[in-house]
T-cell receptor, first 110, second 115 residues
Framework: SQQGEEDPQALSIQEGENATMNCSYK?????LQWYRQNSGRGLVHLIL?????REKHSGRLRVTLDTSKKSSSLLITASRAADTASYFC??????????FGKGTSLLVTP | SAVISQKPSRDICQRGTSLTIQCQVD?????MFWYRQQPGQSLTLIAT?????????ESGFVIDKFPISRPNLTFSTLTVSNLSPEDSSIYLC????????????FGSGTQLSVL
């Protein structure tokens, strides 16, 4: 069953701007993970945040998690054209397989 | 980490035929999963491939349509049977080498088009 729902579904920005994507989920989770998918191919893992964490950073990425609101956000700072991709959040409540949201399609124009 | 080789990368099949997708991992992994991504949609879990026993299917997916083999800890196949145009999707295998509550790694996917 679908776990997360990303917002917005599509986002278009210019290089150098920040991109923020939100994800909401329905059931309790052990962790939430963000992935990037280029051109409908395999998913690349970006960052994992556990249910007892509130914020995590990795390079230009910043993820927050609010378990009381069942929501997470992914911030990409100083975006680049190479960041153009679809971004998915996936939650795990069993400790194993992820249930993914609908994804946000990000377009970064030069 | 884990390196996953998924084959074929794409195929075009006729209605009523079957396609078998292979997933090879460069290390032994306990957890292996198969996902489907329909055009413009998110990923939906088809099943968990269990080594030495029958796969565990999610609601809406059945063994007759999606038979799965898992002969060892590094290899699995997914067959999509009796193909119809509605089966046109990307199919991805995924592994969790780190165990529970750790990140998953994905293969590059198989783009299936059914005519």
């Amino acid at each position: 069953s679908q776990q997360g729902e990303e917002d917005p579904q599509a986002l278009s920005i210019q290089e150098g701007e920040n991109a923020t994507m939100n994800c909401s989920y329905k059931t309790s989770i052990n962790n939430l993970q963000w992935y990037r998918q280029n051109s409908g191919r395999g998913l690349v893992h970006l960052i994992l945040i556990r249910s007892n964490e509130r914020e995590k950073h990795s390079g230009r990425l910043r993820v927050t998690l609010d378990t009381s609101k069942k929501s997470s956000s992914l911030l990409i700072t100083a975006s680049r054209a190479a960041d153009t991709a679809s971004y998915f959040c996936g939650g795990s409540n069993s400790g194993y397989a992820l249930n993914f949201g609908k994804g946000t399609s990000l377009l970064v124009t030069p | 980490s884990a390196v996953i080789s998924q084959k074929p990368s794409r195929d075009i099949c006729q209605r009523g035929t079957s396609l078998t997708i292979q997933c090879q991992v460069d290390s032994q992994v306990t957890m292996m999963f198969w996902y489907r991504q329909q055009p413009g949609q998110s990923l939906t879990l088809i099943a968990t491939a269990n080594q030495g026993s029958e796969a565990t299917y999610e609601s809406g997916f059945v063994i007759d349509k999606f038979p799965i083999s898992r002969p060892n800890l590094t290899f699995s196949t997914l067959t999509v049977s009796n193909l119809s145009p509605e089966d046109s999707s990307i199919y991805l295998c995924s592994v969790g080498p780190g165990g529970a509550n750790e990140k998953l790694f994905f293969g590059s996917g198989t783009q299936l088009s059914v005519l």
